[in-house]
């Protein structure tokens, strides 16, 4: 079993991407620059099925949540936010089955899961309106498959 927990603040760049722009700190309202709390973690477990086969579990999650941001575009729509706040929610899930079949070759088919939800809560302007809040959440799903030979 590992598991880490990270948290500070100034620190988005390394756990939440938030459309390309990294967060670390932002102007607010009066103008002032201003660090971003960011925390995340993760917990992964592996078994041994027998000597060949294994399989792990990992489960993870970052959270990022600004203060009032005095302007920014909204990724994706190109929405412009005024005085406005964003929460960043990261949660992703995998479980892969290992094989191996001779002495330093790994192989493995692994399921991801992933989920993203941001919120934007101020005065946010739209091509129809000015509106003050936005929520926009989507899932991901990915199967792959791996191969890892140590020399």
Excluded: C
Excluded at 11 to 37: H, M, R, W
């Amino acid at each position: 079993m590992q598991f880490q927990f990270v948290g500070g603040a100034g620190i988005g760049t390394y756990l939440a991407s938030f459309g390309g722009y990294n967060f670390d700190a932002a102007p607010n309202a009066k103008g002032e620059i201003e660090t971003v709390p960011t925390f995340g973690g993760w917990a992964a477990y592996e078994h041994y099925l027998s000597k060949k086969w294994h399989f792990n579990l990992i489960g993870g999650l970052s959270l990022f949540r600004t203060h009032e941001i005095a302007a920014y575009g909204i990724p994706g729509p190109g929405y412009t936010a005024i005085d406005s706040k964003i929460s960043l929610d990261m949660l992703y899930g995998l479980v892969n089955l290992m094989f191996d079949p001779v002495p330093n070759l790994i192989l493995g088919l692994e399921y991801n899961y992933g989920y993203k939800r941001s919120t934007h809560d101020g005065s946010i302007t739209t091509p129809t309106a000015v509106v003050t809040s936005i929520d926009q959440s989507r899932p991901a799903h990915r199967i792959s498959f791996g191969m890892f030979f140590d020399f």
